[in-house]
Structures are given as C-alpha cells and as structure tokens.
C-alpha cells in the first residue's frame, strides 16, 4: 500500500466496486490508470486546446454516475463512451454558438491534427514534417466521419480495435473495415511523403 491508502496491485473490478460504493480514493486510483486515455480521446474530438476541460467534465459525469455503472462494459469502455459523448455535446452547443463567418474556416482553427515535428531533424526535413502533417490533417477531413473518428481512436488516442468497437457500439469487423478504408485511402493521399 501506498501513502494514499490504495494498494496499486488492486485489479481493477475491485476498484470499481469500491467507488460505486462511494470510495474516493479507489475512484481517484481509477483515474489515474485512465485520465490518460480520457484526455486523448477529448483531443481528437475538441482539439488541444479544450481536452483538460472536456477531459476533467468527462471524469466528473464519470464520478456522479458510478453508482449507475453496472459492468456489462470493461469500465474503460464506459469511461471512454462518456469521454466521446462529453465532447459531442460540446461540439453540438459549438456549433449553435459559433457565428457563420467563424464556422466557414472548416473547423481548422480547432487543431485536431498531431503537432508533432522532430526536434532532432535540420530544418529542411522538419519543413517535409510539417507539409507531411499539414496534407494529413487535410486528407483527413476528407474522410467520412465515421472513418476518421475510428482512424483518431485507433492512432491518436491509442485505442484497441476492440475498445474501438465497444465504445462506439460496433461490431469488431465494423472497425477493421473502416480503419483499413481509412488508412488505404490516406496512404494512396500520402504516398509522395513516403
């Protein structure tokens, strides 16, 4: 046991039944091992820059419904639906607010593309980085919405196929399908950055 009192080889069914039983501290542990995943899925739904709000809303809804969890989903699962409908709600209430002129640069001002360069790299192949990631983040747009919420899950947000499924509420089959649509059509795009 730790100085907190949670003992961290504690599995994870133990956890949950302790925080459906009003154990902060066994729900505090659950969001350690999972806020991770929680701010990732956030990010490729409302971008960088609102994840922590959307993140920490999605573990407050998570931490008011406990009680409500009744297990037939790995609470991962659970926890990650919340996440993804945490920011489609908020997506929703963006679009209702956001005046025309604002909404007709096509989302690009939300940043949902991975801003990642290699430091290492001299300046001329961090320039091939960026136009490389540039041509993703426009290629992807490109992509039907279910494909790309998929492809961000899969590849940004570091989701198993299987959670994929489980937290969309799809088949396996349905998500290999789509990812491998998705990474066919963006690879052809992508091709002279090989």
């Known amino acids: 046991m730790d100085p907190s009192g949670i003992d ?3 599995d994870e069914d133990a956890l949950v039944l302790r925080a459906r039983n009003g154990d902060r501290k066994a729900f505090g542990e659950l969001v350690e091992r999972h806020q991770r995943r929680v701010w ?3 990010r490729q739904y409302v971008g960088v820059d609102e994840a922590d709000a959307a993140a920490q809303d999605s573990l407050v809804k998570a931490l008011t419904g406990m009680r409500k969890f009744d297990g037939r989903a790995a609470f991962s699962t659970w926890l990650t639906r919340i996440a ?3 920011c489609l ?3 929703r ?3 209702r607010e956001i005046p025309v002129d604002e909404a007709a640069d096509g989302g690009e001002s939300r940043g949902h593309a991975l801003e990642v360069a290699d430091t290492q790299a001299g300046p001329e ?3 091939m980085q960026q136009q490389a990631l540039s041509t993703l983040a426009e290629r992807e747009r490109e ?5 790309l919420e998929i492809f961000r899950l899969r590849f940004y947000a570091e989701m198993e ?3 994929i499924a489980d937290a969309l509420g799809v088949h396996v089959g349905t998500v290999k399908t789509q990812l491998h649509r998705a990474v066919h059509r963006l690879r052809g795009e992508l091709g002279a950055y090989r």
């Open 89 to 91: 709600d908020q997506l």
């Open 40 to 42: 990732m899925v956030c």
């Open 143 to 147: 992509l039907p919405p279910r494909q």
């Open 93 to 95: 209430r963006r679009r």
């Open 125 to 127: 192949d961090r320039s």
């Open 8 to 10: 961290r080889g504690v």
């Open 84 to 86: 993804i409908n945490t």
């Open 161 to 163: 196929l299987e959670e």
